[in-house]
């Protein structure tokens, strides 16, 4: 049987019932288990996490500390090798091979997902983080549904299932996750207030001259929403 590493350790709790299933010629071993939830701390330590496309999350503590997860690039690859691959076969009428495609893409994605929230919850867990915030899940679907520029990539990349990925492994490790209204997490500057839009990839605010990535400068507003502004030095000292 293959497992990969979050299956191995779910199977430490308490196991459940045991449903077997045949799907594509392949047997697939489906297991209830119960696990317990660890106790929050309570320690105010928040963490903000941003999704997107070209990179698929940036994480940034309290204090600026910053990750960034997963290879958007790689997504967009595989995602038009396997379009390609449908497209060839929709040309030959070959209708079972087509969905055994998709199939195979959406497992591909998924597992991509399971690896990026357990990354990301492992970091909050590393550095004591209580409460991990993201963009509310109503503005992830209208993002997907209104971008132009990425529509026809965003039906295969589910912001909404890596969100809730994160939220059920984070609960799991005693961490809360809240959900913000994102407005000008894009725009606003974290050091002065200052809205400016980014170009490509930078952003620099005219103001302050401060300047980051402009998907780490998302994950810092998210996790500063109701905060007050966090001090130039600790941003720039903590960017990798």
Same mark, same amino acid.
């Given at each position: 049987?293959?497992?990969?590493?979050?299956?191995?350790?779910?199977?430490?709790? !308490? =196991?459940?019932? =045991?449903?077997?299933?045949? !799907?594509?010629?392949?047997?697939?071993?489906?297991?209830?288990?119960?696990?317990?939830?660890?106790?929050?701390?309570?320690?105010?330590?928040?963490?903000?996490? +941003?999704?997107?496309?070209?990179?698929?999350?940036?994480?940034?503590?309290?204090?600026?500390?910053?990750?960034?997860?997963?290879?958007?690039?790689?997504?967009?690859?595989?995602?038009? !090798?396997?379009?390609?691959?449908?497209?060839?076969?929709?040309?030959?009428?070959?209708?079972?091979?087509? !969905?055994?495609?998709?199939?195979?893409?959406?497992?591909?994605?998924?597992?991509? +997902?399971?690896?990026?929230?357990?990354?990301?919850?492992?970091?909050?867990?590393?550095?004591?983080?209580?409460?991990?915030?993201?963009?509310?899940?109503?503005?992830?679907?209208?993002?997907? #549904?209104?971008?132009?520029?990425?529509?026809?990539? =965003?039906?295969?990349?589910?912001?909404?299932?890596?969100?809730?990925?994160?939220?059920?492994?984070?609960?799991?490790?005693?961490?809360?996750?809240?959900?913000?209204?994102?407005?000008?997490?894009?725009?606003?500057?974290?050091?002065?207030?200052?809205?400016?839009?980014?170009?490509? #990839?930078?952003?620099?605010?005219?103001?302050?001259?401060?300047?980051?990535?402009? +998907?780490?400068?998302?994950?810092?507003?998210?996790?500063?929403?109701?905060?007050?502004?966090?001090?130039?030095?600790?941003?720039?000292?903590?960017?990798?």
């Amino acid at each position: 049987m293959l497992l990969a590493d979050y299956q191995k350790q779910q199977l430490n709790n !308490k =196991l459940g019932s =045991l449903r077997i299933s045949k !799907k594509s010629s392949k047997w697939i071993a489906q297991i209830a288990v119960e696990a317990a939830e660890k106790q929050n701390n309570n320690n105010q330590n928040v963490m903000g996490v +941003d999704l997107g496309l070209k990179v698929p999350a940036v994480a940034v503590t309290k204090n600026g500390k910053t990750k960034f997860f997963g290879n958007g690039r790689q997504n967009k690859y595989i995602r038009r !090798k396997y379009k390609g691959l449908r497209q060839k076969l929709g040309k030959t009428k070959k209708l079972k091979k087509i !969905k055994q495609i998709s199939n195979k893409e959406q497992r591909w994605m998924k597992d991509q +997902d399971h690896k990026i929230s357990r990354q990301i919850v492992n970091f909050a867990v590393e550095n004591n983080v209580s409460v991990i915030r993201m963009e509310k899940l109503t503005n992830i679907r209208n993002t997907a #549904r209104t971008s132009r520029k990425n529509e026809k990539n =965003l039906h295969t990349w589910s912001f909404y299932r890596l969100a809730k990925y994160i939220e059920y492994k984070g609960n799991l490790e005693g961490i809360k996750v809240k959900y913000v209204n994102p407005q000008y997490t894009s725009q606003r500057c974290p050091c002065c207030g200052e809205m400016n839009k980014g170009r490509d #990839r930078k952003y620099l605010c005219k103001a302050c001259r401060f300047s980051t990535h402009r +998907d780490r400068l998302g994950a810092i507003n998210i996790q500063l929403l109701y905060n007050i502004y966090i001090s130039n030095e600790i941003i720039r000292d903590n960017e990798n």
